[in-house]
């Protein structure tokens, strides 16, 4: 599995007052850092701020690191469909609650599809939950759908609108 590339950045280093403490924690956090996230992730180190900013340097280093990263795709965020939740609805029958709080939930998720297509009976993931199959997928309108007609400048005048 290809993870997305991870930089970290540490700040606030001016607090430590001896420099062999400096490199000891140093050396600690970034072997953490790399053991946590993966072998070779980049740290970068902010040595304290300077009148209210961060060396200019340390600064252009890390700009310097970043205009330069290749962005890969994620190959596998592309080729699955998810859902960007935005509201959960619980559609069990409340008497069948009141009955048993246990009783198997019946429940509508509305968001945003992203990646692939989604198709009835897919099994989906809910993170910390399990894996359960889908009866149903619906389409619904956008509630914030743009306008039908747009406002264009046009480039006799500046403030001549046209639709």
Same mark, same amino acid.
């Given at each position: 599995?290809?993870?997305? &590339? /991870?930089?970290?950045?540490? %700040?606030?280093?001016?607090?430590?007052?001896?420099?062999?403490?400096?490199?000891? %924690?140093?050396?600690?956090? &970034?072997?953490?850092?790399?053991?946590?996230?993966?072998?070779?992730?980049?740290?970068?180190? =902010?040595?304290?701020?300077?009148?209210? !900013?961060? +060396?200019?340097?340390? /600064?252009?280093?890390?700009?310097?690191?970043?205009?330069?990263? &290749? =962005?890969?795709?994620?190959?596998?965020?592309?080729?699955?469909?998810? /859902?960007? *939740?935005? !509201?959960?609805?619980?559609? $069990?029958?409340?008497?069948?609650?009141?009955?048993?709080?246990?009783?198997? !939930?019946? *429940?509508?998720?509305?968001?945003?599809?992203?990646? $692939?297509?989604? &198709?009835?009976?897919?099994?989906?993931?809910? +993170?910390?939950?399990?894996? =359960?199959?889908?009866?149903?997928?619906?389409?619904?309108?956008?509630?914030?759908?743009? +306008?039908? %007609?747009?406002?264009?400048?046009?480039?006799?005048?500046?403030?001549?609108? %046209? !639709?």
């Amino acid at each position: 599995m290809v993870f997305p &590339k /991870v930089m970290g950045v540490l %700040t606030h280093l001016d607090k430590f007052k001896e420099g062999k403490k400096l490199r000891n %924690t140093k050396k600690r956090l &970034k072997s953490r850092f790399q053991e946590e996230i993966y072998p070779g992730a980049k740290l970068f180190y =902010f040595s304290g701020m300077i009148h209210g !900013r961060y +060396p200019k340097n340390e /600064v252009l280093n890390l700009a310097r690191f970043i205009s330069v990263m &290749k =962005f890969r795709p994620l190959v596998w965020r592309n080729t699955h469909p998810y /859902v960007l *939740v935005d !509201r959960i609805e619980d559609l $069990t029958d409340p008497q069948k609650k009141k009955e048993n709080a246990a009783v198997d !939930r019946k *429940v509508a998720f509305f968001g945003y599809l992203r990646g $692939t297509y989604l &198709k009835p009976n897919m099994k989906v993931h809910i +993170p910390g939950v399990n894996d =359960f199959y889908m009866k149903s997928v619906s389409l619904l309108s956008d509630p914030c759908p743009l +306008p039908d %007609t747009c406002l264009l400048y046009t480039s006799d005048a500046a403030d001549d609108l %046209t !639709r």
